[in-house]
């Protein structure tokens, strides 16, 4: 059988870099560890930034992303969006607008996009606004033929991720990190990579 090479370059914030995970995998390395290796062959490269705005990520993904792509291979992005938005004020529009730019620019480059977008925090009131935001960026990235996972939905009244968050100062560690694994593995990541989801 042989061996498909996928290169993924992953953008985001500090969740895409396992922040708060005690065992340093966050949601991102539990996809990784989940996915299957004997017909794919993933090179993984993670460019994140904490607390990152739609606005700062779209003015650096590309420049930092170039440099990892494989000009003669298969090139894929991963964009996983937080809540910065939301506590710096950006409205929405302007951030429909700035991941609108970043994938625009990721289909000028025949990249194939996944969108992760920002999980629930505890606050009533943030998550109100998270959850406007959240099917902003869904109705972006659908519209452009992108995949998108929900995060906020399933997670904001789920128990074990606000236990998580509460426990840990408000950032998901290891079950929080798992919980997101989850849906990430369950909305669309393996017709995305082109594979076939395992059976265990």
């Known amino acids: 059988m042989e061996t498909r090479t996928l290169r993924l370059v992953a953008i985001g914030d500090e969740l895409l870099a396992g922040h708060g995970d005690q065992r340093a995998l966050g949601w991102f390395g539990r996809v990784l ?9 993933l090179d993984p490269y993670v460019l994140a930034s904490p607390a990152e705005t739609t606005e700062e990520l779209a003015e650096r993904w ?12 298969d090139n894929r ?3 996983a969006l937080s809540g910065a938005d939301e506590a710096a004020g950006l409205s929405t529009a302007r951030s429909r607008l700035n991941l609108a730019n970043i994938l625009d620019a990721a289909t ?3 990249l194939s996009a996944f969108v992760v977008g920002p999980p629930p925090t505890l606050d009533a009131n943030r998550n109100a606004r998270l959850g406007q ?22 997670l904001e009244h789920h128990e074990q991720w606000r236990a998580d968050l509460a426990a840990h100062d408000g950032i998901p560690a290891q079950q929080g990190h798992g919980l997101m694994a989850w849906l990430v593995l369950h909305r669309g990541w393996y017709p995305w990579l082109g594979v076939a989801a395992p059976t265990a």
Do not use: I, W
């Open 33 to 41: 560890a989940k996915t299957p290796g004997e017909s794919l062959r």
């Open 62 to 73: 590309l420049v930092e992303a170039q440099r990892r792509f494989d000009p003669d291979g």
């Open 108 to 110: 000028q480059l025949s």
């Open 133 to 154: 935001l959240s099917a902003a960026f869904g109705d972006v990235t659908t519209r452009r033929n992108h995949f998108y996972v929900d995060t906020f939905s399933p």
């Open 77 to 79: 992005l991963v964009v």
